[in-house]
């Protein structure tokens, strides 16, 4: 296989990654990825009713969704897939989520300042796209960073109003 274009030369969002980064997770510490996401990230933040696994998504209360038929929303059954949780599938009720939205907005106990700086800090040489979050742009003015992702019968998003530049961005 050849790469199309040299690392970092050209932006390009690929679900697939973050399946490849769930894969790296589960063979580096020899556990699912569920589970990992379940001790190291979800229950120190608080997120009780948060699960990468379908049982989990279940047990935290996982609603069907919708679709659109013509238009019209349509509730759809249950849809999960279980190997996609590093991409898109972990459910979360939204008071976690507000736990979540916490964590990156003040830091924390899992990762050390430096870390969490580096983690909201806007990409370098204008570019939009860095450590799992969007920039608005242009570079010159201030923005918001922000990720969204859909599934066939859901959609989230999270969007940050950035009050300094986001350049400057410290938290």
């Known amino acids: ?21 769930g894969a790296i997770i589960e063979n580096v510490t ?8 379940r001790e190291r990230i ?40 279980h190997a996609g949780a590093p991409y898109g599938y972990i459910v979360s009720s939204t008071s976690d989520m507000a736990k979540f939205l916490t964590f990156v907005m003040q830091g924390g ?10 983690w909201l800090s806007a990409p370098a040489d204008n570019r939009s796209y860095g450590f799992g979050w969007h920039f608005a742009r242009p570079a010159d003015a201030p923005g918001f960073l922000y990720h969204g992702g859909a599934t066939p ?6 969007f940050f109003l950035l009050l300094v530049h986001p350049d400057d961005l410290s938290l």
């Open 1 to 21: 296989m050849k790469l199309a274009y040299e690392p970092g030369e050209v932006y390009a969002y690929t679900s697939a990654n973050y399946l490849l980064l």
């Open 153 to 158: 019968q859901f959609r989230g998003e999270m």
């Open 109 to 118: 106990k899992l990762l050390d300042e430096a870390f969490h700086d580096l």
């Open 30 to 37: 020899n556990r699912p990825f569920a589970e990992f996401m």
């Open 42 to 81: 979800f229950a120190p933040l608080g997120m009780n009713r948060t699960a990468a696994d379908f049982a989990g998504a279940e047990a935290a209360g996982l609603a069907p969704g919708y679709r659109s038929w013509f238009g019209r929303p349509i509730k759809g059954g249950v849809s999960y897939d």
